[in-house]
């Protein structure tokens, strides 16, 4: 009798699912007692009613990856609480009055057999292959109930369900930032973990993109946080012996929920996608875009190419600067920057008059003189820090961040400490600062340097009543929307460049600057791929400069800035110094390539051209990109392994239907013409291949 009962009651539940399935019209969503299938593109998520989800291949019947719990709360003794889903009593809404185009999924649960919860599904009409996610609990009960951690959303994708060879080999974008300034974009190894901080990973780095992808010949999946400040969370990635891989959103903060009390999870997406990390990384955009995130239209005056007198290093004189002025015109380059050394302290910036004769008023009087010349001047510049020895601490002991030892948190390239980015008298003072740089100064742009301003440490200083220690990390996008804003007050095509050196860059930072550089990237890999990815974050013609030249392989490696859309720089130094022992001297050599380089940007500007992306970064041999501009397609190929040649096919994706014909405009030669949409043409090169590519005239 009690079978039977049980029987009963399955096809019961799963006649209501049947109804309430029938309900969804955008989007297949299926439903039963024991699981919840949702279409996403190629994929579908399936979760069961005991919380392990999966992402499988629509087309697969053997589909590789396994499931496991989708969402994990911990108690005081990192075990996770029972968590059940009552699938049957799902409620779906579809496109009300006032969320059109949004199906909502909501389905209730318990957690440890006394805390009702609801976790909530969205899909968006204008997004079908994403699943956003939400987790809302109520302590009912009449006691404190306490977490010590969530992983959520958790998945371990296997990389065959997604065209590879082996469960682990993926390639991926990880966007967490450490002092060894590894790649942002690399292969997965069959022993692989990295666990992708948030928060601060070093005295000086931190920050990054709330975004981990995975992908792989046939694309990929990302895991994102959709909040609209940055949270100290991490993405691990973990592979062991060779299998699938575990991805997965942890926030390891305690939260204690009183009786009556509700807790809310972060707001969290996956994302499906064809080609590689790009595509994601738009996704996201996207979506951050419908909640506010807004990047700023750019300035004509970012895309012009920039000599920077980093090359004298801080024991620079101004003779130095004024001798290399002539050579640094005839190259080709329109902006100066005047680099580290001019301050008296961090903090203070005030003018070293032995280095600029008069103090202020000498270095007003060498930015009339630059502008004279047709320069235009940006100045070097490090806020929110305080040097030991500055002025500004004996006089505003207070304004420093505070550490949880009760200690002033260093800074330890340079020796100094956090200014607390959200005291509102260290932003007064910014505030004034800048209006000193643009206003009085007549500086045009500036260049914020230092790993440290990408994040900040929680800040314990009891002096600034802050209502969370968090206050300071999540007050980071606001202290440079202050920035931003007033310098454009000031100077509305003033460039505002931050450069966070060698950290992924703080996503929530991006709409406060209107030129991302490559941050001393370690090769000219870097180069690119940090170009492909503010592509993606901040537009096709975003004006990404590539930093210094003498930083790529080789040091004269226009080219990885050139054909990704880049605006080039350089910090040559001219004439032969014996003081100084880098690379930098232009010799008779690089003059000439230099000027040939500079020649072709000013004919082109690449750079404000529009990146397509037709080629998987990870995936595809030569590496390549495309620029599109005035109806010509502009191709760039790279060689990563130094002194190796490629010998072969490549193909011209993206062209429409027609006869195209085909320039090797590096090297000034013309090449057999192709037919759209895909050219194919046999090349042979070494390094890189520049092609234009226009229409064949009728």
């Known amino acids: 009798m009690k079978t039977i009962s049980m029987v009963l009651l399955s096809v019961l539940l799963a006649m209501v699912t049947l109804e309430v399935t029938s309900c969804s019209r955008s989007q297949p969503i299926e439903i039963t007692a024991r699981q919840v299938s949702i279409q996403l593109g190629d994929y579908l998520f399936q979760l069961t009613a005991n919380g392990r989800a999966r992402l499988v291949p629509r087309a697969s019947r053997a589909p590789h990856s ?6 994990q709360i911990f108690d005081q003794h990192q075990q996770a609480y029972p968590l059940v889903l009552l699938l049957n009593q799902t409620r779906i809404t579809e496109n009300s009055d006032s969320l059109p185009g949004v199906t909502q999924i909501e389905i209730p649960g318990t957690l440890s057999d006394r805390l009702p919860l609801i976790l909530t599904l969205t899909l968006e009409r204008d997004h079908p292959e994403i699943l956003q996610a939400k987790l809302e609990l109520y302590n009912r009960s009449e006691i404190d109930f306490l977490i010590r951690g969530i992983h959520f959303p958790q998945l371990q994708p296997d990389a065959r369900d997604f065209g590879s060879t082996a469960p682990w080999r993926f390639w991926s974008f990880q966007g967490a930032s450490y002092e060894s300034r590894p790649d942002w974009i690399l292969p997965l190894k069959a022993d692989f973990t990295q666990e992708n901080f948030l928060g601060m990973n070093a005295p000086d780095y931190g920050g990054g993109i709330p975004v981990l992808d995975l992908w792989g010949p046939r694309g990929g999946m990302a895991l994102a946080h959709l909040s609209p400040l940055p949270q100290r969370v991490a993405f691990p990635v973990q592979v062991q012996d060779g ?7 942890r926030d390891d903060h305690s939260y204690r929920l009183r009786p009556g009390q509700r807790f809310r999870s972060l707001p969290v997406a996956i994302l499906l996608h064809s080609g590689d990390f790009f595509n994601a990384l738009v996704k996201y955009r996207r979506l951050m875009e419908k909640r506010g995130f807004k990047i700023q239209e750019f300035t004509p005056w970012a895309y012009e190419p920039a000599w920077c007198a980093w090359g004298y290093e801080r024991d620079f004189t101004l003779s130095e600067i004024r001798g290399t002025l002539p050579k640094v015109k005839e ?4 902006w100066v920057t005047l680099d580290d050394g001019w301050q008296t302290a961090n903090g203070d910036w005030n003018v070293r008059p032995d280095k600029y004769p008069g103090g202020e008023e ?3 009087r060498f930015i009339r003189e630059l502008h004279q010349q047709g320069f235009k ?4 510049w490090v806020p929110f820090e305080v040097g030991p020895d500055a002025r500004l601490l004996k006089d505003q002991p207070d304004w420093v961040l505070i550490n949880r030892e009760g200690k002033k948190q260093q800074i330890s390239w340079w020796n100094t400490y956090y200014l607390c980015p959200a005291y509102p008298p260290v932003r007064e003072y910014t505030r004034k600062l800048i209006h000193k740089f643009l206003a009085e100064w007549d500086l045009d742009g500036l260049k914020i340097d230092g790993q440290h301003q990408n994040a900040a440490p929680p800040c314990y200083n009891p002096a600034h009543h802050h209502r969370n220690p968090e206050e300071s990390c999540q007050g980071t996008p606001d202290f440079f929307k202050m920035i931003y804003q007033e310098a454009r007050k000031i100077k509305p095509n003033a460039v505002i460049q931050i450069c966070p050196c060698g950290d992924v860059f703080n996503f929530y930072h991006l709409p406060y600057l209107n030129q991302p550089v490559a941050s001393d990237p370690l090769s000219s890999w870097q180069i690119r791929l940090k170009g492909k990815t503010y592509k993606a974050l901040m537009g096709p013609n975003v004006p990404y400069y590539g930093d210094h030249v003498e930083l790529s392989d080789g040091g004269t490696d226009f080219a990885s800035t050139f054909g990704i859309g880049g605006v080039p720089g350089s910090k ?3 004439p032969l110094n014996p003081r100084l022992k880098n690379n930098t001297y232009l010799s008779p050599e690089k003059e000439k390539l230099f000027k040939k380089w500079l020649q072709l940007y000013r004919q082109l500007e690449l750079s404000s051209g529009e990146y397509r992306n037709m080629y998987d970064l990870g995936w595809d041999k030569p590496e390549g990109h495309l620029i599109v501009k005035n109806g010509k397609y502009y191709y760039a190929f790279y060689v990563r392994q130094p002194g190796k040649d490629y010998s072969g096919e490549v193909e011209l994706r993206g062209l429409p239907e027609g006869i195209f014909k085909v320039r090797d405009y590096w ?8 037919q759209g949409p ?3 043409i046999q090349v042979r090169f070494r390094r890189f291949l520049l092609l234009e590519v226009r229409p064949q005239a009728k």
């Open 66 to 71: 396994p499931a496991v719990p989708f969402l």
């Open 243 to 249: 299998g699938p891989v575990h991805v997965f959103l």
């Open 331 to 334: 190259v080709g380059f329109q």
């Open 362 to 364: 000498g270095l007003k």
């Open 377 to 380: 001047v940006q100045l070097w």
């Open 572 to 574: 040559f130094t001219w």
């Open 667 to 674: 090297n000034g030669k013309d090449l057999d013409a192709v």
């Open 678 to 680: 895909v050219g194919k």
